[in-house]
């Protein structure tokens, strides 16, 4: 890229009306008015026929000037141009807000009208550059009256432009030449509307119609390139364009999401079919075990004596209590065999055996239907009866109910659930471990053990993990949209 | 449907390392899936050395369910 911009003499040349400085001027045909460089007059004059007289002046040239060269040419929007006028423009309402504006210029002259793009200028604020044209799809208004929607679709594009802001333009300097009185763009009122990388403006005289120009988003680098200059000696970008496009791209990463989430489905589905779940049942009953050995007495005799008790209602025999009693204690229902009862366990318990055909998981479900206002514990190993391998867990179910000031409560689940994964394909049982809390009945225990091979939480788990980078761009795209409608008071509304 | 997949050539040559990384889940999911493995929440509470040596006792309200080994 070459750094330095092509320049030619002038056509011509016009003298300034006030310090009779000599203002170059490359397009005599079209050009009219003037910005004297040295004492910022803006005059009016017919170069080589009328002498120059002032029609406004500016009392100085505001920082940082152009920072494109008048009189450089370049390639731009398809033609040959040159810069010819500078301008720096603000707003009526808004005194902080100030751009500047280049009138470009066919280099070579054109036969008859001017083509339908011009006139063609360009447009840097904050550091972002617009090449600005003659709109020729625009909405269509009645008369003189002005767009009033805040959006609008193109229907030769598609493009969806949305109201980003409306304004009066004063003119604070200018250089070079013009085919128009630029102070007269004053009276202008103006509508923008963006759809990046586009601005689409309206402007409208008084009683006039609305004349409609297309803004398209130029890179630094473009305009760099298109006069022979390096991308730092324009102005730094900052804050976000009106029409600079999203770097943040979302499609891409939603589209391969959306075909990984299909193809997880299937898989899913895959999984399902070709490895079936089973699942067995079985139910036990859990007698209360008191704390300790006396308290397992008391309790024995307790139900010894209650036994006795009936025996005696029946038989009206009041004189061979101690014989009844040891009679009951023979009939009372015999506890499983303490033999296989380890040490601080009531009783061991033993499941059906459920038959993992295939690398499975096993979902077991512990429920006590009658569980009111105290607890059970239970460790479970689940066995492989061929390696002898064991897989323990331990489950507490806790149930409370009341009533506490006419309101009723409860607390606690009378169901608990584990999973144990992996394991590998074989025949399984469960040995049970149920503890109690003593001085409550026996307990019903259900036991389901369920089969698995694929787990929803798997399916969601992943299914999050890869959306993790569409929804990271789509957040920072967010918030890329929010920063540039922070300059806009036509944001659109957000919940 | 046939949107996502009309583009998915460009997609892929636009995106390979996210490509890559939705792949590794794919991937993984398959491989969960054909040994029963489940991403979080496994509740085994048996280490690899007891799961050799027998299931360790411990837990329960006062402490007391402790001491047994089922082999």
Redesign the interface.
């Known amino acids: 890229m070459s750094s330095t911009p092509t320049f030619a003499p002038p056509a011509t040349w016009v003298t300034c009306p006030k310090c009779q400085a000599q203002v170059p001027c490359y397009d005599p045909a079209n050009s009219r008015y003037f910005g004297c460089f040295k004492c910022r007059t803006y005059f009016r004059a017919v170069p080589e026929a009328e002498a120059g007289h002032q029609v406004s002046g500016f009392k100085r040239e505001l920082p940082p000037g152009p920072s494109l060269p008048l009189g450089a040419t370049g390639t731009l929007g398809g033609y040959q141009v040159r810069l010819t006028g500078y301008q720096v423009r603000g707003e009526k309402n808004d005194r902080t807000a100030e751009w500047r504006e280049y009138q470009l210029r066919p280099v070579q002259a054109i036969v008859g009208d001017d083509p339908i793009d011009f006139p063609l200028q360009l447009a840097e604020y904050q550091g972002h550059w617009l090449l600005i044209r003659r709109a020729t799809s625009f909405p269509a208004t009645k008369g003189n009256h002005s767009f009033q929607g805040k959006e609008w679709t193109s229907p030769s594009t598609g493009n969806g432009y949305r109201l980003w802001h409306h304004y009066q333009p004063i003119i604070r300097d200018a250089q070079g030449e013009f085919d128009w009185n630029i102070i007269d763009d004053e009276q202008l009122k103006i509508q923008e509307f963006t759809c990046p990388p586009y601005l689409l403006s309206s402007e409208q005289a008084p009683k006039a119609n609305s004349v409609w120009y297309l803004s398209e988003y130029l890179e630094p680098n473009q305009v760099a390139a298109a006069f022979g200059l390096s991308v730092s000696q324009l102005p730094s970008r900052y804050n976000t364009g009106a029409a600079e496009p999203n770097p943040h791209q979302t499609g891409?990463?939603w589209?391969?999401?959306?075909?990984?989430a299909?193809?997880?489905s299937i898989?899913?589905c895959w999984?399902a079919i070709t490895?079936p779940s089973s699942t067995i049942t079985d139910t036990f009953t859990v007698p209360a075990a008191p704390?300790d050995a006396d308290m397992a007495a008391t309790a024995a005799r307790a139900r010894a004596d209650s036994a006795a008790a009936a025996l005696l209602a029946f038989t009206g025999d009041t004189v061979g209590l101690a014989a009844a009693r040891a009679t009951a204690s023979l009939q009372t229902p015999a506890t499983p065999p303490p033999a296989a009862t380890?040490?601080?366990?009531n009783q061991?318990l033993v499941s059906k055996t459920i038959e993992?055909t295939?690398?499975?998981?096993v979902d077991i479900t512990f429920t006590a239907p009658g569980l009111t206002n105290h607890?059970l514990?239970v460790?479970a190993?689940l066995?492989n009866e061929q390696t002898?391998?064991?897989?323990?867990?331990?489950r507490?179910l806790e149930y409370y109910e009341g009533v506490e000031d006419g309101e009723s409560w409860s607390e606690g689940s009378r169901s608990a659930d584990?999973?144990?994964?992996?394991?590998p394909p074989g025949r399984y049982h469960l040995?049970l471990?149920p503890?109690a809390?003593a001085g409550t009945g026996d307990t019903t225990l259900e036991l389901q053990l369920e089969q698995?091979?694929?787990?929803a939480?798997?399916?969601i788990?992943?299914l999050l993990?890869?959306s993790v980078?569409p929804l990271y761009q789509f957040i920072r795209r967010g918030a890329f949209e929010n920063s540039r409608w922070e300059n806009s008071d036509f944001a659109p509304t957000t919940s | 449907m046939f949107p996502l997949f009309r583009d998915l050539g460009a997609d892929l040559r636009r995106s390979p390392f996210y490509a890559g990384l939705l792949g590794l889940g794919l991937a993984g999911f398959v491989v969960l899936g054909l040994r029963g493995g489940r991403l979080l929440g496994d509740d085994n509470e048996t280490t690899e050395a007891e799961q050799q040596a027998g299931p360790r006792r411990a837990g329960g309200h006062g402490g007391y369910v402790h001491g047994f080994n089922h082999k």
Request: net charge neutral; glycine share 10%; hydrophobic share 50%.
């Open positions: 891409t990463a589209r391969l999401f959306g075909v990984a299909l193809l997880l898989m899913t999984l490895r704390a380890p040490p601080g366990y061991m993992l295939h690398p499975a998981a607890w514990e460790t190993s066995v002898g391998r064991g897989y323990e867990v331990t507490s584990a999973v144990i994964s992996g394991l040995n471990y503890s809390e698995h091979s694929g787990f939480s798997n399916f788990i992943i993990l890869m980078l």
